[in-house]
């Protein structure tokens, strides 16, 4: 099984600020497997990027992903009120799928 | 636009079977690029993937939850179903279904908690 390792656990950042948030995984991923979800409070996660770099449908572009091999990345490039949320890594390349435990961004 | 809506019972007992059902709209169950899934998030806890289906059948299900989970799909009504057999309060969660494509595409959701 491959784990999935998100860094920071929460980060604290301020309206206007960037973010750039950590996923790990214990094996090499395929770019072309990994993928991206927010979820905001009491809602389903909503995907963001898959594939490493492609956004989703109606997804801004302050949100961009890259990476490979074990190491992935989500930035966002200026942070509006709506993207304080839980941000989840997933990678679909082995089974069993797996998601990482998570980043929370909350307003400083 | 693809919908998906879960739907079934919000309270199982210990040691009975979780069943559920995830009404696809918008799209066909049918398509042959896609599989269908099932992932759960205990309340304020990450996400687990419990097993995902194709069209014709085939499965493939999370080793942690295999023994107990069934998937199955109906596609003349445009649905998939998961039944969870011996639930315990460790399965209270939100249960989503999705389609699993490039990246999954999420129903809103259904809580099942798990009580006598």
């Known amino acids: 099984e491959i784990v999935l390792t998100q860094s920071p656990g929460t980060l604290s950042l301020s309206p206007g600020e960037g973010a750039t948030l950590s996923c790990r995984a214990s094996q090499s991923v395929s770019s072309s497997y990994l993928a991206w979800y927010q979820q905001r409070p009491g809602q389903a996660p909503r995907l963001l990027i898959y594939?490493?770099?492609s956004r989703a449908t109606g997804i801004p572009d302050r949100f961009s992903g890259s990476g490979s091999g074990t190491d992935f990345t989500l930035t966002i490039g200026r942070l509006e009120p709506e993207d304080f949320a839980v941000y989840y890594c997933?990678?679909?390349?082995?089974?069993?799928?797996?998601f990482g435990g998570g980043t929370k961004v909350e307003i400083k | 636009q693809l919908q998906l809506q879960e739907s079934g019972p919000g309270l199982v007992k210990p040691s009975e079977t979780l069943s559920l059902t995830c009404t696809v709209s918008g799209g066909s169950i049918s398509s042959s690029s896609y599989y269908w899934g099932w992932i759960r998030q205990p309340p304020g806890k990450g996400l687990e993937w419990i097993g995902s289906i194709y069209f014709s059948g085939g499965t493939y299900y999370n080793p942690s939850l295999k023994s107990r989970v069934t998937i199955s799909v109906d596609t003349s009504k445009n649905q998939f179903f998961l039944m969870l057999r011996s639930v315990t309060a460790a399965d209270t969660a939100v249960y989503y279904c999705?389609?699993?494509?490039?990246?999954?595409?999420w129903g809103q959701g259904t809580l099942v908690t798990v009580s006598s």
């Open positions: 594939g490493t770099y």
């Open positions: 999705a389609r699993q494509g490039e990246g999954l595409t």
């Open positions: 997933q990678q679909s390349g082995s089974s069993p799928l797996t």
